[in-house]
Each structure stands twice: as C-alpha cells, then as structure tokens.
C-alpha cells in the first residue's frame, strides 16, 4: 500500500474497482487547512479521464507493472497490433489505451505496461518525441507573418499539427508526444 505522497505520473493505481493511470498530479497545501493531491486519472480499460482529490497520508493501492518494449505492427480500425522485440509474441491493444495513437508509425518502438498479477497489458508509452515527414501543408507567404503564426500540417501518420510557416512539404519535423506539438524542424 502507498500514500498520497508517492503519487507520481504514470502510477497505475487501483480505485473504484477499476486500474487506473495517474495522468497529471499536482500536491497542494493550502495556507489553511490540510494538504492534498490533486490528479487526473485515465482509465487502463475504458480511456475515460477523471478528476480526483486525494487528502494528505490517503492510503491507495497501486498495482505492480513490469515494463516491455514492442514494436507497433499496423491497425486494423482500433485495434493497433504490437510485437515484443525480445521474445516476438504479438499482443492486440484497443486504441482507447493508447495515448496518442495517431503520432505512431509502423516500426515505432514504444514501452507497454503490463500487470504482474494477470500479465494483461495496461498502458503504450511513447517516446518523448517523434520525427515525422510532412505530407501536406499549405505554403507559407513571405510577408504574410506576425509573431509565432502557424498553419496546419499534415504528417504521414495522417495527424494534423500545427507548423511555423516556414515548414513545407516533405520536411521532416519533430513532435512532442505529450502534447502533440511541432518542436522543431530536423536537418537531413
């Protein structure tokens, strides 16, 4: 058993008989009153995201997960197709699960989580940034810009991002995973 003081992000805690995965945590103490944890919470088996608050010394109970690395395979609608890189066995996950699903590309390495107990797999996790080829953009006009001005970008995972205008087609660009923003243009 752990306390709200061992609340960090990615714990897979179990509550309300469900597993769930700490998205967000922010530890408060207020000048009156009690301190507590504030967190976002995504469901392993539905994906749906909820706010909770957890007081100061609340017991939760997290669950123990082992890491393994897989490649991504394809999709066949929402279900996206993995392969263990050390012992090849594949395993089907649910787009919910996924955190951003639409930034991967075949062949990408990514970190399952999977529960001890039962071996069932829990959660992806990206790396923390991903180089992609734009596809398609309108072009930028000389000119035409004020302070920081973006447009659409379509990447070849079929994402659509948000690009300075001096990106064009065919420029490779890395994005932030967590957030799903263009960081910056790669150099061949």
């Given at each position: 058993m752990?306390?709200?003081?061992?609340?960090?992000?990615?714990?897979?805690?179990?509550?309300?008989?469900d597993i769930f995965k700490i998205i967000e945590f922010l530890h408060v103490k207020p000048g009156k009153g009690p301190a507590f944890v504030r967190t976002k919470l995504r469901s392993v088996t539905t994906g749906k995201v909820i706010d909770n608050t957890f007081s100061a010394g609340h017991k939760i109970d997290d669950v123990r997960v082992e890491t393994h690395k897989f490649q991504y395979l394809y999709n066949e609608g929402d279900m996206y197709h993995f392969m263990n890189t050390e012992d090849y066995s594949q395993i089907r996950l649910m787009k919910d699960i996924l955190?951003?699903?639409?930034?991967?590309?075949?062949?990408?390495?990514?970190t399952v989580l999977i529960n001890t107990e039962d071996s069932s797999p829990l959660s992806v996790e990206m790396p923390a940034h991903v180089v992609l080829e734009v596809t398609s953009t309108e072009p930028g006009v000389k000119g035409n810009t004020a302070t920081n001005a973006t447009k659409p970008a379509i990447v070849e995972t079929g994402?659509?991002?948000?690009?300075?205008?001096?990106?064009n087609e065919g420029d490779k660009i890395r994005i932030d995973t967590e957030k799903g923003q263009y960081q910056e243009r790669m150099k061949e």
């Open positions: 752990a306390t709200s003081s061992d609340i960090r992000k990615g714990l897979c805690i179990r509550y309300n008989n955190d951003t699903p639409e930034l991967m590309k075949e062949g990408e390495i990514v994402a659509e991002i948000n690009v300075p205008l001096f990106i």
